[in-house]
């Protein structure tokens, strides 16, 4: 008996067929992207200062390993952090007539708390085991913080928001004098300095 021969595959388009999958994959693919936070880190500083920080102008954020908030060993929830820190910040506890008082400071002007948003920082200390989620989500809150009172005063000054102007300029979409509005936006910058500290203040 003959014995029958096994027709061959023509496998020459597979390879093209195996390209044009790796091409589908690649264009429908969603890459999941980390969160991050911008950061520029201070310049080294040989010369070591002991600085002395009153106590009210210290505000004191605790995360532990539960993601539970304490601040000034108060628990609070994080809804409420932002407006904690822009309290603090704002509040303008500084005497009139004084070097540290803040003309522009819409607080309470408690005696207890900051003199102004110069000598006001906020100091972020977490436990070993904080979710990094929860950690962002605090930086978050207080970042978002310093943006509303430097929106705000933007607002009552020049007419426009600090963060809208601060990303146009930086998307290159801003229109208008690019020179003059960084100027304004260090002006904001340093009228509301954004000093969050992650270092042991004990």
Known sequence: MARREVPEVNAGSMADIAFLLLIFFLVTTTIEKDSGIARTLPPIDDTQEDVNIRKRNLLIINVNKDDQLL???????????????????????????????????????????????????????????????MYIAVQNELVAAYN?????????????????????????????NVELAEERLKEIQKMIPQKLSEADTN
């Open 71 to 133: 601040v000034n060993e108060e628990p609070m929830a994080l809804e409420d952090l932002r407006q904690a820190a822009i309290d603090f910040i704002d509040n303008g506890g500084a005497p009139q007539g004084t070097a540290d008082y803040c003309d522009f400071c819409r607080g309470l002007r408690d005696p207890k708390s900051s003199d102004n948003p110069d000598k006001a920082i906020i100091s972020l200390q977490n436990d070993r085991l904080t979710s990094y989620k």
């Open 148 to 176: 509303e009172l430097r929106n705000r005063e933007s607002q009552r000054l020049y007419g426009w928001n600090f963060t809208d102007v601060k990303n146009a300029i930086l998307e290159g979409n801003y229109r208008g």
